[in-house]
């Protein structure tokens, strides 16, 4: 008896112990942001643009595909952001919510004129603000990009995200920035920080499309890489994973992509190590590649020389693609590749005295390239291509 009446007792404490609603809000008094375009305004303000989600039936109106629209655009300014983002409450009432945020998108003009660390400074300091939200360059007014129609997704905000994330992938021509890697970026040894740069495509620029990547140092702008040198320093970065690589012909003055070989990667590995040599540094490139034969235009693979032949023509198309993208990083002076990290990890006091210069010294490194390509399969059991005469 009084075992329970104990029990009943220490239940009684735990029951009273249990948090209450004290400080609860209503569903009803917040609005979820799904996405924040800031721009560049006059007299030193910020435009800011905020897709607010809205609340839909879930059947959607009866001939209009996708339904009712799922959310809603609200323009504010003010001299900073905090103030810009308590005006929103002025126009619908609630206040805003930002535990739900998918994409931050900045105009390329605003991050020309400010440091990028002090246009989201609100951001990694409110508590509710995610760090996984992915952030954005644009080309032009970032708030016309949340004006845009979704393909696919309920909203561009969310489209947004999944072209960054899928992108990063499967064929890595731009990447996935989250405000956490782009405060790590911010704060490495070399200040680099790679941003996905969006602009208008497709029929009469009415499609929203990731070309490549903004460049920021320190929080300033620095250009822009393309997309193929997007794939180039994944691969350096060893976070290329997946996709395609195009051969092209030998002995063939078409250089054209229509009349080159596609290989698709199926694993990829790299290995960078530095090597001091005095005040200088070479640095060592080793590549590993296996992959699959996606489209034949000009070769065949009859013998196990055939092959052979071919995959030294892949490793000598990516070591090419290699150095031509190292050439134009060495020639702007920036360390795409994160080298200079890796000096401050394992030689720091060294690093403290190169690190002033570092610029002038990456574009003296010397480079050298080992790659090595396996080709796994021709996807088909014929062994040339399609086109060609049956020989």
């Known amino acids: 008896m009084m075992r329970h009446i104990a029990l009943t007792g220490c239940l009684m404490v735990c029951v009273l112990l249990l948090p209450g609603c004290w400080d609860k809000t209503e569903l009803t008094d917040r609005s979820l942001i799904l996405g924040l375009a800031i721009d560049k305004a006059d007299n030193g303000m910020v435009d800011l643009t905020v897709q607010i989600y809205k609340p839909v039936h879930s059947g959607g109106s009866q001939g209009q595909q996708g339904g009712d629209i799922s959310y809603i655009n609200v323009q504010t300014n003010g001299n900073t952001m905090f103030d810009g983002i308590r005006d929103i409450i002025l126009q619908i009432g609630r206040k805003a919510q930002w535990s739900h945020l998918r994409a931050i998108i900045v105009e390329d003009q605003l991050v020309h004129r400010y440091p990028i660390g002090e246009v989201l400074d609100f951001f990694y300091r409110d508590h509710e603000a995610r760090l996984s939200s992915s952030f954005f360059i644009a080309r032009g007014k970032a708030s016309q990009y949340l004006k845009m129609k979704p393909l696919i997704e309920k909203t561009v905000s969310q489209q947004l995200l999944q072209i960054t994330k899928k992108t990063d992938q499967y064929n890595y021509k731009t990447t996935d920035t989250s405000l956490l890697d782009l405060f790590l970026g911010l704060r490495s040894q070399t200040g680099i920080s790679l941003v996905p740069y969006i602009t208008k495509g497709g029929d009469n620029g009415q499609n929203l499309v990731a070309v490549g990547m903004a460049v920021l140092k320190k929080g300033t702008w620095k250009g822009i890489v393309s997309p193929q040198d997007s794939q180039m320093i994944h691969m350096l970065r060893n976070q290329f994973k997946s996709g395609i690589i195009r ?145």
């Open 247 to 391: 051969v092209p012909c030998e002995g063939q003055s078409d250089s054209s992509d229509a009349n080159k070989n596609s290989v698709e990667v199926l694993s990829f590995h790299s290995k960078l190590k530095p090597q001091i040599d005095g005040e200088s540094v070479k640095l060592h490139i080793f590549l590993q590649i296996s992959g699959a034969i996606g489209e034949m235009r000009c070769m065949k693979l009859k013998t196990p020389e055939d092959e052979k032949k071919f995959a030294a023509t892949v490793a000598r198309t990516v070591e090419e693609s290699v150095s031509e993208a190292l050439n134009r990083m060495k020639k702007k002076k920036l360390d795409l590749i994160g080298l200079g990290d890796r000096i401050y990890r394992k030689h720091p006091a060294l690093w403290k005295r190169w690190r002033s210069n570092w610029g002038e010294r990456f574009a003296g490194a010397e480079i050298d390239i080992h790659t090595k390509v396996k080709i796994k399969n021709s996807g088909t059991a014929i062994p040339k291509p399609l086109s060609s005469d049956r020989q």
